[in-house]
C-alpha cells in the first residue's frame, strides 16, 4: 500500500470542476491547522507537495493530488477559526460541503482530530453532520507527538483520544474506525495507507 508517485493536478472551487476521470479519492478535512496538509505531506514522503503552514487558513481550494497513477489524495481548507474573513470562510465551508454531498468519487472522508488538545464542539458538530448525511468517515487523531501543557488542559494525547470517543459515541450507533497519527514521527502513515488500500477494494 506504498506511495510511488504523487503529483498536484488542480485546484478548484467548485464541485463541477474537479478531476473528471472518475478515480477514487479520499478527502481530508478537519479544523483550520490541525494537520491535513502535513498528514498528506507524511503520506506521500514529501516535505512540501502540500502547502502548509502555522497560520490557520492556508489552504483555501479543494487541492488534487493523484497517487500511483490510480487515485487521488483530496487536501481541503479547514472549518473554525482561520486568518481569513468570515465571507471567505463561508464561502469554504459552502464548496466543501457541496463537495462532499455531490462528489461521487469520493469513497471515504478522513476527519482529523487535534489529539494534543481537548475535544472540541466544532468536531463534534462536523462528525455529526458528515453521519446525518450518510458520508463515510474515519477519525484521524493528529499531532500525537505533542506532550500535554497545562494550558491544554493537561491531558495526553490517548486521554483526549479516549474522551473525544466517548462523546462521538453518543452521536453514532457504532464507532467509526480511528487512527493515531503524527506528521513529526509518521505514526500511523502505514495504517492509514492500508486503510484507504482495503477501502479501495470494496
Ligand atoms: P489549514 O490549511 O490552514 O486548514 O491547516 P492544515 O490543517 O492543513 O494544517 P497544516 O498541515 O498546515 O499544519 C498546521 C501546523 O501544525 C503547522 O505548523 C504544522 O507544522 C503543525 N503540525 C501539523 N501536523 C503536526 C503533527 O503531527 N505534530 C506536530 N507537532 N505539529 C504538527
Ligand atoms: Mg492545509
Redesign the pocket.
Same mark, same amino acid.
Given at each position: 500500500a506504498q506511495v510511488s508517485t504523487a503529483e498536484f493536478v488542480k485546484s478548484s472551487k467548485r464541485t463541477e470542476d474537479c478531476p473528471a476521470d472518475g478515480l477514487p479519492e479520499f478527502a481530508l478535512v +478537519?479544523r483550520?491547522?490541525? +494537520? @491535513?496538509?502535513?498528514l498528506l505531506n507524511s503520506l506521500v514522503r514529501r516535505k512540501r507537495l502540500a502547502l502548509?503552514? @502555522?497560520k490557520? +487558513?492556508?489552504?483555501q481550494c479543494i487541492n488534487h493530488f493523484r497517487i500511483n497513477d490510480s487515485w487521488y489524495l483530496v487536501d481541503l481548507? +479547514?472549518y473554525g477559526y482561520?486568518a481569513a474573513p468570515q465571507e471567505v470562510r463561508i464561502d469554504w465551508d459552502g464548496f466543501t460541503k457541496d463537495y462532499f454531498l455531490k462528489r461521487e468519487s469520493l469513497v471515504s472522508v478522513f476527519l482529523l482530530i487535534d489529539a494534543s488538545i481537548p475535544a472540541k464542539q466544532i468536531d463534534l458538530e462536523y462528525a455529526s453532520w458528515l453521519g446525518q448525511n450518510q458520508i463515510p468517515m474515519t477519525l484521524v487523531f493528529? @499531532?500525537c507527538? @505533542?506532550r500535554k501543557k497545562k494550558k491544554n488542559g493537561g491531558k495526553r494525547p490517548e486521554e483526549n483520544v479516549e474522551d473525544f470517543q466517548n462523546l462521538i459515541n453518543e452521536f453514532f450507533k457504532s464507532t467509526p474506525p480511528w487512527i493515531m497519527?503524527?506528521?513529526?514521527t509518521n505514526q500511523g502513515r502505514d495504517e492509514i495507507l492500508l486503510h484507504m488500500a482495503q477501502l479501495r477494494n470494496y
Open positions: +478537519g483550520s491547522n490541525v +494537520g @491535513k496538509s502535513s502548509t503552514s @502555522k490557520p +487558513g492556508k489552504t481548507p +479547514g482561520a493528529t @499531532k507527538d @505533542k497519527t503524527s506528521s513529526v
